[in-house]
C-alpha cells in the first residue's frame, strides 16, 4: 500500500500533498439494563487528499478507492481557494521525510474471541451490575484495529497498525427523587487482557451506585481539595490543555495576550506535558496525521508556560516548532491540533504526606462532569470524601469545583509520586471531531482555596 501510495503522490501537482488511507475492523457491544442494545462488526476502508497550492488548502476525502481522481479533486479545489484568497495565505513548516512503521503491542489478540465470547463478556459485566437497588444498568464493549498508510510530497511514508480496546460499565440507583450514577471506564491500546477478570471493579461500581444514595450532599464553601489522579488529569486536560492548542490561541487576540510563553502560571514544582510518545496509552501518536513525530512537550515547565501543540501550519504561522499535534478523528477530516496523553508530572509527596497534610478538607475522586469557559471552569466529581484531621472520613455527593484556571494552578501546594494514566471509551471532541483517542494523567494533588458547590 505505501508503494502504490509513494507512485500516486508522486504526481501530484502541488506546493505541498499528502495522501491518508485507512482500513478499520471493529467491534461494539452494548448492553442496556436487560437488554442488547447493539451488537456491531464492521470493516470500513476510506481516505483523503490534502493538497496545498498557491496558499490554498484543498481537501478530497473518499470511501470508494480512485487515488488519481481524490488527487485531482484536492488540487482544483486548492487553486480554487488560493485565487479566492487575498489575505493570510496558508504556509506550512517544512519537516524533514521520514519511513516508519509501527504496530503496537497486545498480549491477547481481540481477534482470537470470537464475537460470541465477547458479547457473554458484556452480558456478565452487565448481570453484576443488576441489583433490587440498582434501577438501570449499562456495559459498552469496543475493540478496534486500524490499519493508516500516509505518504507525502516530501518523501514521507508511515504505516501505523494499532489495537484499541476497552469497556466502560455504569449503574444507575435511585430511592424516590435521590437519583446517583457511578461508572468507570478502561481502554488503551492493547488486548483483551485489558477487559477481562474485572468482575471486582465491576461490583464495586454497583456498590457505590447505592452507597452514594446514603451519602450526604457537600456542603458548599471553599475548601482545601485533594484531587485523585483520574479528576486531576481532566483538569489538565480540559481546562489548560485546549488552552495550548495553537488554532485556537491564533484566532483568538484575548488569549495570545495571556498565553504568554514564559509567563509564569504555577508553582515551581509543576509540570505539565503532553507526550504522544507513550506507547499503549490511549492517545498514543507516534507519528501524527502529518507525519510529524511526536515526543515530550512541555506545556507548562517549572511553573512557566513553556510551549504550545501545533501543526505543522500553526507552527508556521506563530513561528514556532512543531510538536506533532495534527490529527483528525477518521480520514473524513482534516487534522486540526489536538491533545494526545496530556498529564500533570509526578512530584515529591507520598498519598499519606498529603493527606496529612489536610486539616480539614475534601477528597475529590474521578469525573462527572463538567465544562469551561475560556479560563473559567467547572467540574462535577464522581463522588468525594470528607477529609478531617489528615483522615479520609464520611462519602459525600454532588461536589462541583469551579473557579478560574490560572488562580486554581498557582494554588497547587503538593504534587503526589503516584503519576497514573487514564484512557477509556469516549475520547475528546473538538471542532465537529468527537471521540478522538486521548489519554489524561497526574498524580493526586493538593490545591488550596477550591470554591465548591452542591448540586
Known sequence: MLSLLTDKI???????????????????????????????TSKTSSGNVRALLGGGWG???FNEIDFDKSIASACRNAKIVSESKTERKSTIVKAEPVKADIKTDYEIDPSSYSLKD??????????????????????????WKVEKYFVNTEGSAVSQTKVFTGTSYSAMAKDGQNVQQAFESVGQYGGMELVIDRDYEVELVKKRAMDLLKSKKVESGTYTVLLNPNLAGVFAHEAFGHLSESDFIYENPKMQTVMVLGREFGPPFL???????????????????????????YLIMNGLLNSRLHSRETAGKMDENITGNARAVSPAYQPIVRMTNTFIDKGDYEF?????????GIYAVDYLGGMTNLEMFTFSSAYA??????KIGELIRDAVLTGNVFSTLHNITKIGKDLTHHGGLGGCGKGGQGGLPVSTGSPHIVIKDVMIGGV
Open 10 to 40: 508522486g504526481h501530484m501537482d502541488a506546493d505541498y500533498g499528502e495522501i491518508h488511507f485507512e482500513i478499520v475492523n471493529s467491534t461494539r457491544i452494548i448492553y442496556s439494563n436487560n437488554n442488547i442494545e447493539a451488537v456491531q
Open 59 to 61: 481537501f478530497s476525502s
Open 118 to 143: 465477547k458479547n457473554e463478556l458484556a452480558s456478565k459485566y452487565n448481570n453484576i451490575l443488576k441489583h433490587p437497588g440498582i434501577a438501570s444498568t449499562r456495559v459498552i464493549y469496543s475493540d
Open 271 to 297: 509540570n505539565i506535558i503532553d507526550d504522544g510518545s507513550v506507547a499503549g496509552l490511549a492517545g498514543y501518536t507516534p507519528y501524527d496525521d502529518e507525519g510529524i513525530k511526536t515526543g515530550r512537550n
Open 352 to 360: 499519606a504526606d498529603l493527606l496529612a497534610s489536610i486539616d480539614d
Open 385 to 390: 470524601y470528607r477529609i478531617k484531621n489528615g
